[in-house]
């Protein structure tokens, strides 16, 4: 059996919706579901240094100070990312969080779907943006998918990957 075939079956799925102010995020194999503010609490001076303290609503609940900063990396006008880095953050912790907080979690296959700032299609540096920062966060395979909800039941990782690249 290959490594790639290993992890395949001791890892899962994750389902995971963004909007400017809201982060949702389904195991779809376990079925622990994260819906929270897309915040996340960075503590340090600064950003080469900084580390996730809470994310969330134990984000919002830090108050901020000179050490603590409170970021919505997803709050921008134009586009569906104001800050990658603190976005990816806000992501590995959200996945490691639904993750069942494992020392060694398995990479999971997520399929990444941005909720707002649509309007005329996401461009190929969104959709790379979107996919970068999953890889990133720690996926083992990553696909962006615009088309309507997904209910948990609907989910297959290969067939809607398939769909993406047709």
Same mark, same amino acid.
């Given at each position: 059996?290959?490594?790639?075939?290993? &992890?395949?079956?001791?890892?899962?799925? +994750?389902?995971?919706?963004?909007?400017?102010?809201?982060?949702?995020?389904?195991?779809?194999?376990?079925?622990?579901?994260?819906?929270?503010?897309?915040?996340?609490?960075?503590?340090?001076? /600064?950003?080469?240094? &900084?580390?996730?303290?809470?994310?969330?609503?134990?984000?919002?609940?830090?108050?901020?100070?000179?050490?603590?900063?409170?970021?919505?990396?997803? /709050?921008? $006008?134009?586009?569906?990312?104001?800050?990658?880095? &603190?976005?990816?953050?806000?992501?590995?912790? +959200?996945? @490691?969080?639904?993750? #069942?907080?494992?020392? !060694?979690? $398995?990479?999971?296959?997520?399929?990444?779907?941005?909720?707002? @700032?649509?309007?005329?299609?996401?461009?190929?540096?969104?959709?790379?943006?979107?996919?970068?920062?999953?890889?990133?966060?720690?996926? @083992? %395979?990553? +696909?962006?998918?615009? #088309? &309507?909800?997904? !209910?948990?039941?609907?989910? %297959?990782?290969? @067939?809607?990957?398939?769909?993406? /690249?047709?």
């Amino acid at each position: 059996m290959t490594l790639n075939a290993l &992890q395949k079956l001791f890892s899962s799925t +994750v389902y995971i919706q963004i909007w400017t102010d809201r982060i949702k995020a389904v195991d779809i194999d376990s079925g622990l579901t994260f819906d929270e503010p897309a915040l996340v609490a960075l503590k340090g001076e /600064n950003e080469s240094k &900084q580390l996730c303290e809470a994310i969330g609503y134990a984000a919002q609940a830090h108050e901020q100070s000179d050490t603590l900063s409170l970021l919505s990396p997803f /709050n921008h $006008p134009r586009i569906l990312c104001a800050d990658f880095h &603190q976005a990816e953050t806000l992501v590995k912790a +959200v996945i @490691r969080k639904i993750s #069942g907080n494992k020392l !060694l979690p $398995p990479a999971p296959a997520v399929i990444v779907q941005p909720m707002e @700032r649509l309007e005329g299609g996401l461009t190929t540096v969104e959709t790379r943006l979107f996919h970068e920062m999953m890889l990133g966060a720690g996926a @083992r %395979d990553a +696909v962006v998918y615009t #088309g &309507q909800e997904l !209910l948990p039941a609907e989910i %297959d990782f290969a @067939r809607i990957k398939a769909s993406q /690249n047709d």
